[in-house]
């Protein structure tokens, strides 16, 4: 059974960086277009960014020059650096596979969910 667990969450000052892993049991993150979601207390999970199988790369407005998704096949691991850290920015964030080509800004478009991580931005 495929599954995918995060890890790279913490505590980081405002500005600063972070690097966040999602790496895959059973399976390899190829196979799969891959999504990051975030979630912050008493609020909806919502899109963060994507990668598609063909390598095709999306990102919500809010973190577009900040963030960068990736992956690495050998690894079967794909990340997510985020860099100049806000506040905003907190919450439990998200990894999910979908096994089609693409996938949108919908949770619907994702059949696997990892556990996620907490990222808390403050001073």
């Known amino acids: 059974q495929v599954q995918f667990i995060e890890s790279g969450g913490g505590l980081v000052q405002p500005g600063g960086s972070l690097r966040l892993s999602c790496a895959c049991s059973?399976?390899?993150?190829?196979?799969?277009?891959m999504g990051w979601f975030r979630q912050a207390p008493g609020k909806e999970r919502i899109f963060v960014a994507s990668?598609?199988?063909?390598?095709?790369?999306y990102y919500a407005e809010s973190v577009k020059g900040r963030f960068t998704i990736s992956r690495d096949n050998a690894k079967t691991t794909v990340y997510l650096q985020m860099n100049s850290l806000k506040p905003e920015d907190t919450a439990v964030y998200y990894c999910?596979?979908?096994?089609?080509?693409?996938?949108?800004?919908?949770?619907?478009?994702?059949?696997?969910w990892g556990q996620g991580t907490q990222v808390t931005v403050s001073s």
């Open positions: 059973g399976g390899t993150v190829s196979n799969y277009a």
């Open positions: 999910a596979a979908g096994r089609a080509i693409s996938v949108g800004i919908s949770m619907r478009d994702y059949d696997y």
């Open positions: 990668m598609w199988r063909t390598g095709n790369t």
